[in-house]
């Protein structure tokens, strides 16, 4: 039965679609599924009774590769990585001025050097001076008892395992620890899965500027070319994504005259394809009258 198959079981069992995008006409084919299920205006194009329906293709040549890209990773996903940002040209300085900078950083790294190697040095004094610990007395082996009654049954969460679970018995000193080993392997996974969490939501997550030579450019287009495709296919939840996305963006984003060509290139984008009242203009508009007056 469908229903018994998971979300992407059936997406990668759906018959193939192939998208012709970019000015270079890349052909792109994906699952039909994955990305019929965003909206029914999608659906209308790739399963309905349209042209493309039938011959299995679209031409998409107005729609970027990036930003197509995007649009399949959240249709596989339901999220998608943000655009990468690109590196201006830096002015060239003066000779003078480069050795000064060059001599700067050199100092600064070797007095980081310097403190790392003094701290480095006060540790290994530190555990060189401190007493050694006494060592643990050996335990005698605790022979097991026919009549020793049976430790008490771990309580279960579900009332249904009542008195049909094995009571765990103690054999020895040596065996105590085994009772605690399967918990301490599951506090291991689960650090471990917290951590691939972690880093999952960190390709995903939105990031600022760290530097006036970083051209936030193709960031800003990327997430607005995106939501413009989003909003013109009635894609809501990822319209509403992409929004958050540009939000956090900007307001992470450190502005300076290297820089403000950036965000007035965002807002001619944005001005030229949505119209009066759109979500992403409102956006814009707003953080322009507080960010920039």
């Given at each position: ?38 909206s ?32 399949s ?96 018995r ?40 760290s ?38 963006t ?5 502005l ?13 984008f944005?001005?030229?394809w ?20």
């Open positions: 039965m469908d229903s018994e198959f998971t979300y992407l079981s059936r997406c990668l069992s759906s018959s193939l679609f192939t998208f012709v995008v970019g000015q270079e006409r890349k052909e792109i084919t994906v699952h039909s599924r994955s990305l019929a299920n965003l029914s205006s999608l659906n209308n194009l790739m399963n309905g009774k349209m042209q493309e329906a039938n011959r299995r293709r679209a031409d998409w040549s107005g729609v970027e590769g990036m930003t197509f890209v995007l649009l990773e959240y249709a596989y996903t339901r999220d998608y990585t943000p655009p990468s940002c690109s590196k201006r040209e830096m002015p060239h300085l003066p000779a003078e001025t480069e050795d000064k900078v060059g001599k700067a950083e050199q100092a600064s790294d070797q007095a980081s050097n310097a403190a790392t190697d003094a701290a480095t040095e006060r540790e290994t004094e530190a555990v060189s001076d401190a007493p050694a610990e006494p060592e643990t007395p050996t335990e005698p082996e605790i022979v097991d008892d026919p009549k020793a009654e049976a430790t008490p049954e771990a309580e279960q969460s579900s009332p249904h395992f009542s008195g049909h679970t094995l009571p765990y103690e054999k020895s000193i040596w065996t105590q620890h085994l009772q605690d080993k399967f918990k301490t392997l599951s506090v291991q996974y689960t650090k471990s899965h917290d951590c691939a969490l972690s880093a999952r939501k960190d390709v995903f997550a939105p990031k600022g500027n530097h006036p030579w970083e051209d936030f450019t193709p960031v800003f287009l990327g997430h607005a070319k995106l939501y413009i495709l989003a909003d013109k296919y009635c894609i809501l939840p990822l319209a509403d994504l992409v929004l958050f996305k540009l939000e956090t900007l307001a992470q984003f450190n300076c005259e290297e820089n403000i060509s950036d965000v007035t290139e965002l807002i001619r944005s001005y030229q949505t119209r009066p009242k759109d979500a992403l203009r409102l956006l814009i508009t707003t953080y322009v009258v507080s960010v920039i007056h």
